[in-house]
C-alpha cells in the first residue's frame, strides 16, 4: 500500500497539469509551473504538459531575428498571428513591412519575409542537455533586454483558444535578467536563445514569472519549418560568436544595433461598435 501511494505522488509530481494567462499587451505567455522536467534530448508521450490558452488578439509587441540576408526572419506564432500588419522595426517610426507570413502547423514558431534583410544568426545543430547555459535576447516589455537561462529539459506546451498545436518544447530556469529592474519578460517571445557558441539553440515562446522559468521550441520544431520554406534556409557563414554570462548583455546590445535581433510590431485593427 506504501509503495502504491508512494507511485501515485511521484507520478503527481511529474505529470501535474497547469493554466496559463496569455498577456494582453505583451506577446510572451505565461503558463502554469512545470512541477518535474525529464532530461533532454527527445520529447515523449510522457513529458509533462503545459497549458496555454491564446486569448483575443490585439496590438502588441514581439521580437524576431534574422535567419538569411536576404529577408528571412524567425519569431513565434503567437506574435505575428490575428495581426492585420506586421512590421520589423529598423529605427524609431521607420520599420520593414511583412510581406510573407508562414506558420507552423503544430509548434509557436513563423517565418516572416521582408524585403531586404539584415546579417543574420546561425542555427544550432545540437539539442541544449541539462545544465546548459542559454542567451535570450530582444524585446521584453518593448524595450532591450536579455536573459541569462540553464536548461532544465524538456515538456510538451499544448496552445488552445484561436489555434491548437501540441509541441515538444525546452525548460530553462532562468539565472540572470538584464535590466535588473524589468517587471515581466513580456515581448521577449520570438527571440532567439543562444548557446554558448552563439548559434541558436531554441526560440522563446513563453515563461512563467513565479517559478522564474522560460520555455523554447526546440530544435526539431524550426527544422520542420524551415522544411516547408526551403527558400528560407539559413545562410551559411552566418553570424556567430561565443557568448557567456559575462557578455550576454553587451552582445545584446551589439545585435539588436546590428538589426540581427529586432523588434515586432503587430497592428491590430478595433473594429467599431455601432451606437
Not at 532544465?152 to 498545436?165: P, T
Amino acid at each position: 500500500m506504501n509503495r502504491f501511494i508512494y507511485l501515485l505522488a511521484l507520478l503527481s509530481a511529474l505529470y501535474g497539469i497547469v493554466t496559463a494567462i496569455m498577456s494582453a499587451q505583451e506577446s510572451l505567455r505565461r503558463p502554469r509551473e512545470v512541477t518535474s522536467v525529464p532530461p533532454p534530448p527527445r520529447a515523449g508521450p510522457n513529458d509533462p504538459v503545459i497549458e496555454i490558452e491564446v486569448g483575443t488578439k490585439g496590438s502588441s509587441t514581439g521580437t524576431a531575428f534574422a535567419i538569411t540576408d536576404n529577408g528571412w526572419w524567425l519569431t513565434a506564432r503567437h506574435v505575428a498571428h490575428g495581426c492585420d500588419a506586421i512590421w520589423i522595426q529598423t529605427g524609431p517610426r521607420k520599420g520593414l513591412r511583412v510581406q510573407e507570413i508562414h506558420f507552423h502547423p503544430n509548434a509557436d514558431l513563423a517565418l516572416l519575409r521582408t524585403q531586404t534583410g539584415r546579417v543574420p544568426l546561425g542555427l544550432s545543430s545540437a539539442t541544449p542537455g541539462r545544465g546548459d547555459d542559454g542567451y535570450s535576447l530582444g524585446y521584453p516589455q518593448g524595450r532591450p533586454g536579455d536573459v541569462h537561462a540553464r536548461a532544465i529539459g524538456r515538456a510538451r506546451m499544448k496552445s488552445v483558444g484561436r489555434y491548437h498545436i501540441n509541441e515538444p518544447i525546452l525548460a530553462w530556469a532562468e539565472i540572470k535578467r538584464w535590466p535588473h529592474d524589468l517587471p515581466a519578460l513580456g515581448g521577449l517571445s520570438g527571440g532567439p536563445m543562444l548557446d554558448g557558441r552563439g548559434h541558436v539553440a531554441g526560440v522563446l515562446v513563453a515563461s512563467s514569472k513565479r517559478r522564474g522559468r522560460v520555455m523554447t521550441a526546440t530544435q526539431s520544431s524550426i527544422q520542420e519549418l524551415l522544411t516547408q520554406v526551403p527558400q528560407a534556409q539559413n545562410t551559411p557563414g552566418t553570424l556567430t560568436h561565443p557568448i557567456n554570462a559575462k557578455s550576454f548583455t553587451a552582445r545584446g546590445q551589439s545585435l539588436r544595433q546590428k538589426l540581427t535581433i529586432t523588434k515586432v510590431i503587430c497592428k491590430v485593427r478595433q473594429t467599431r461598435r455601432r451606437p
